[in-house]
């Protein structure tokens, strides 16, 4: 026959909560502590850092070059563009049919004259033919017309020149 103190499979029974009377006449109920996860008490070790990603290029390996290059044909495409869309506006503001010929003209030789002078720039620099147009001059200007002033001194280094009408 089972004690009193155990429950029917064997097992000591739960402690019941205590109630005791707070002063406005309600109980209070007291619980034990709930036990703290086996997560809480050891955490996990900490994960290897991960790999880092690689970049998502939408345009691989582009160089400066490759963007001028593009930069260019943009230019180009643009400055032809604005001059049709000034013709179209000539033609509309003038009530004439011609403009937009005018402009697709004017356009596309101010437009190419551009682009060639920039792929010749370009080009010069893809095989060093040419400085870059940024860079100073070596030497500096001469600062007086007057072929003497512009003598460098070689008072130092040699003889003083004889006095002049004798040779």
């Known amino acids: 026959m089972p004690e ?35 997560v809480l008490r050891n955490p996990p070790a900490p994960k290897p850092a ?4 690689r ?3 939408l345009i691989p390996e582009t160089s400066g070059t490759d963007m001028r290059a593009i930069g260019l ?18 033609d509309r503001f ?28 370009l080009s010069d620099t893809l095989h060093g033919t040419k400085a870059p147009q940024n860079t100073k001059p070596t030497s500096a ?3 007086s ?3 003497s002033a512009n003598r460098p001194d070689l008072s130092q280094d040699s003889p ?6 004798t040779l």
């Not at 991960?50 to 990603?53: C, Q």
């Not at 004439?96 to 720039?121: E, M, P, S, Y």
């Not at 003083?160 to 009408?165: L, Q």
């Open 141 to 143: 200007p001469p600062t």
């Open 55 to 57: 970049r998502l290029q």
């Open 94 to 121: 003038f009530g004439t049919t011609r403009g937009i010929l005018i402009g697709l003209g004017v356009g596309l030789v101010v437009a190419g004259w551009h682009f060639f002078k920039g792929a010749r720039r």
């Open 73 to 90: 044909g943009l230019d180009f495409a643009a400055m032809v563009g604005a001059s049709v869309l000034l013709g179209w506006g000539a």
């Open 50 to 53: 991960a790999k880092p990603r």
């Open 145 to 147: 017309l007057h072929p």
């Open 4 to 38: 009193q103190n155990q429950q029917p499979d064997g097992s000591e029974p739960k402690p019941e909560p205590k109630s005791e009377q707070q002063p406005s006449g309600s109980p209070v109920w007291h619980r034990p502590a709930p036990e703290i996860p086996e």
């Open 160 to 165: 003083p020149d004889p006095p002049a009408g």
